[in-house]
């Protein structure tokens, strides 16, 4: 039996999802996680502690996680015992054995009122002690092995005396803006943050609070917000669990602009000013639409239009769209799923990586009956709420952006032309080699910490073994003496891609074992991995070693590295599964077309007189 059930996931995914609603799909949830104990299934652990009455919200993370095909059993702590239960080695929550533990504190607990003359020194000294207490709780967390998060704190609505309130440092609203600003700086990549200070304050203050529940039950905020909450924990939990969406697909007519194209033409088309409030709204649309393409997300089109005619509409002079900000363009007329599937294939993702926004209600409902890994948007008929209805589902929210998200839609027009080349039957090594690839493959730098985490968590198809290691493990392996962690990063004559690959390897008894080996979809085919492969056996030749050993944990989504071993030359290693060999001498037999810099210091050996802490815990699950 498959769990969690699909039409409770189905339930869940329904934009008119209520309260009530929730509360009754998390009873079903608990009595499938205890039928998947009985049959020897094993729910992820979370545990949840904090300075409120927790109850809802336990069924909420329960819920947005059944939302995302995973069933948990979410574990209490004792009510008011945040700092204890996580400090404490003896607590339930820490020996339950956790692979996430929650934390929900509660301002009145960590931020009592101050007389409003407060020197401002004691308003900071107050802040540190807060951050230091929040810091060690974190620190007992993660050596237990577990994944940390933590929802930031809401100032409260009332005003007091008005804008006088925020030019106060002693006031609780200036105060609690000003510590989560601390935490989030001083966690950096160890925690993952539920941003509900941002949540209330887009729903209000003053509506986010419930006084009387909160005075009789300890609430932490209105009941009618808790799908609200559920799905920006479900926004958190796609980062955590290494399924984040990645592209966003849209149609056209009525999606992009007004009206259709192929009738009114693109001189007929809603989209500008002079089309009234209608065409301004289209407007808005798009500008928030590349908004979020220069931060990272992928747009792709999956159209029922002539494409000829549909491309007339991305050269609107009212818009700010063209064709070539969009990664996929797939404008045909059979059904909307063979089309998403296209635009998965070309662009190189899961259908899990997608979401469909789609003014059609008949294709959103065949999209979610076909392919029910596709997230689906219902935008409504206002164009002037596409943004809210779109922002609702926080399909695309992550806890940080790098400089690779910058410049993800550069890189992928660069894919473009290498599939096109190849489609066209162009010779690849002539063209591959008219890329002008540069790159510099060596040992990664703590400044890297962030990126790298991010691959570890986002990568699934060139993905050798899927170990999903944290900043915090990356850091371990990166001070070892017998290990290291190497980066690649790539230019060619099209973009800067950034840091695409990682590869994390450890040396023991002349054998140098691949622990984690990453590369981006965006750079596949381009012999990236002949150029990483060559940098790890210079390492190993200079520590002696002799001989590279890898291993391939199959998954339903890294199929295209099942082969990657032997056609690199690698060899079946007697008596151990999905495990290869490859003996090294010199010369080594890889050739790349990626030009890299001979200062890049990619063979240093690190420090032997360095510290060597204990390999890190293994991953969460």
């Not at 699909?6 to 079903?28: F, K, N």
């Not at 904090?50 to 702590?77: I, K, N, W, Y």
């Amino acid at each position: 039996m498959a769990w969690p059930d699909a039409a409770i996931r189905r339930a869940l995914h329904d934009p008119a999802l209520d309260a009530a609603g929730l509360c009754a799909q998390a009873s079903r949830l608990a009595q499938e996680a205890a039928q998947a104990e009985g049959a020897g299934a094993t729910p992820l652990r979370i545990g949840l502690a904090g300075d409120m009455t927790l109850d809802f919200v336990a069924q909420a993370v329960a819920c947005a996680a059944a939302a995302e095909g995973d069933l948990v059993r979410v574990h209490l702590a004792p009510f008011g015992a945040l700092a204890q239960a996580c400090l404490d080695p003896a607590s339930a929550l820490r020996r339950m054995g956790a692979q996430v533990v929650v934390l929900v504190p509660a301002v009145e607990a960590w931020l009592p009122p101050l007389p409003p003359d407060t020197p401002a020194g004691e308003v900071d000294a107050e802040r540190q002690r807060v951050v230091s207490t929040f810091s060690a709780m974190w620190d007992a967390l993660l050596a237990d092995g577990c994944r940390v998060v933590q929802q930031t704190l809401v100032p409260p609505s009332a005003a007091g005396r008005g804008l006088a309130e925020r030019r106060l440092a002693s006031s609780v609203g200036s105060r609690v803006r000003a510590l989560n600003d601390a935490l989030l700086e001083a966690a950096g990549p160890r925690v993952a943050w539920v941003d509900a200070q941002q949540l209330a304050e887009r729903v209000g203050l003053a509506q986010w609070e419930a006084p009387a529940l909160r005075a009789h039950a300890r609430l932490p905020f209105h009941l009618r917000h808790l799908p609200a909450w559920m799905r920006l924990f479900q926004g958190v939990w796609r980062g955590l669990v290494g399924r984040p969406r990645k592209v966003l697909v849209l149609d056209l007519d009525d999606t992009l602009w007004g009206g259709t194209i192929g009738d009114a033409g693109v001189e007929g088309i809603a989209l500008g000013p002079d089309h009234g409030a209608r065409g301004e709204a289209f407007a808005q649309w798009q500008a928030y639409l590349r908004h979020l393409a220069e931060r990272g997300v992928i747009l792709a089109v999956c159209s029922k239009n002539d494409p000829a005619i549909a491309v007339t509409g991305l050269a609107h002079p009212a818009g700010c769209l063209r064709q070539a900000d969009f990664a996929a363009f797939e404008c045909s007329w059979s059904d909307k799923a063979q089309g998403l599937r296209r635009v998965a294939a070309e662009i190189g993702v899961g259908l899990d990586a997608l979401v469909l926004a789609d003014d059609n209600p008949a294709e959103r409902a065949w999209v979610r009956e076909a392919l029910p890994e596709v997230g689906v948007v219902d935008l409504g008929t206002d164009p002037a709420g596409f943004i809210a209805r779109l922002e609702a589902g926080h399909w695309f929210d992550q806890q940080i952006c790098t400089a690779e998200d910058f410049g993800r839609a550069r890189s992928y027009a660069g894919r473009a032309h290498l599939q096109a080349a190849q489609a066209a039957g162009t010779d690849l090594e002539a063209f591959l080699a008219g890329l002008a690839m540069r790159g510099r493959c060596a040992p990664a730098q703590p400044g890297q910490l962030d990126r790298l985490a991010q691959m570890e968590l986002k990568t699934s198809q060139f993905n050798l073994m899927t170990p999903r290691l944290t900043a915090t493990q990356l850091a371990a392996w990166m001070a070892r003496d017998d290990a290291v962690v190497l980066t690649l990063q790539l230019a060619d004559r099209f973009a800067d891609h950034g840091l695409v690959g990682s590869l994390v390897a450890c040396e023991a008894g002349g054998t140098v074992r691949i622990v984690s080996w990453l590369l981006s979809c965006r750079v596949f085919g381009r012999t990236a991995e002949a150029c990483m492969l060559q940098t790890l056996a210079t390492w190993a030749l200079r520590r002696g070693a002799r001989a590279l050993v890898g291993t391939y944990a199959p998954t339903d989504r890294n199929a295209v590295v099942a082969d990657l071993y032997p056609r690199m030359g690698f060899v079946a290693e007697p008596g151990v599964a999905h495990a290869w060999r490859f003996e090294l001498a010199s010369p080594l037999p890889w050739t790349t077309h990626i030009e890299t810099d001979a200062d890049a210091g990619a063979t240093r050996v690190p420090d032997p007189a360095a510290a060597r802490p204990p390999p890190p815990p293994p991953a969460a699950a």
